[in-house]
């Protein structure tokens, strides 16, 4: 009987060999690769709006994006008039911008979802897409986030303050990563985004 046991436990153990080494994968790992285009790519995220309705950013395939967290009350504040030019003068050709309003860098989008929408519709006249605020550090870091600061492209690291950019390929694929400091009318920015909307 323990014979039998034994058999068959090789047997198993067998099986499960030859069936990673067919497949190239490894017990107890997620089958991730360096460069993998899932790692890079933001098309199986859900976000959720100010509406509080849920959008798959696969939608925006198609699309060159801009992706930026925001805030009402920082120094940095002053980029939104910038952004919405940005959005203006490109938005016809295929590129939007999807601003994320975070608090957790000195507190300072302390705001409801509406309070927001006012402050940037009423002093820069925002038209782009402003979405439900958001957690971007810590452990409660929005899915989103995570992919966007922990790639192969952008590689490893946090947020460091409010406005910090990211462009997006029509694909979804992540491209480049710009700091707070950066100003959207800088000709690295425009540069990326006419190269991204110029690819099919």
């Known amino acids: 009987m323990a014979k039998r046991i034994f058999n068959t436990a090789i047997t198993v153990f067998l099986f499960i060999l030859i069936f990673f080494a067919l497949t190239g994968s490894k017990p107890g790992t997620n089958n991730f690769k360096s460069g993998d285009k899932l790692k890079n790519n933001i098309n199986d995220i859900t976000v959720k709006d100010m509406n509080d309705s849920t959008i798959n950013l696969s939608d925006y ?27 203006k003068k490109y938005r016809s050709e295929g590129f939007e911008i999807l601003a994320f309003p975070c608090n957790d860098f000195g507190g300072q989008e302390p705001g409801t979802n509406e309070e927001i929408k006012t402050f940037c519709t009423t002093n820069y006249g925002v038209t782009f897409k402003l979405f439900d605020k958001i957690k971007i550090l810590g452990k409660d870091k929005n899915p989103l986030y995570e992919r966007l600061t922990n790639n192969d492209v952008t ?37 990326t985004i006419k190269d991204e909307l110029a690819k099919d």
């Open 61 to 87: 395939n198609g699309k060159v994006l801009m992706i930026v967290n925001v805030a009402s009350k920082c120094g940095n504040t002053p980029q939104y008039a910038k952004l919405e030019t940005l959005y």
């Open 155 to 191: 590689k490893k690291s946090d947020i460091e303050w409010n406005f910090v950019k990211f462009i997006i390929s029509k694909k979804g694929e992540i491209v480049a990563r710009f700091g707070d400091k950066v100003q959207p009318d800088t000709p690295e920015i425009i540069n």
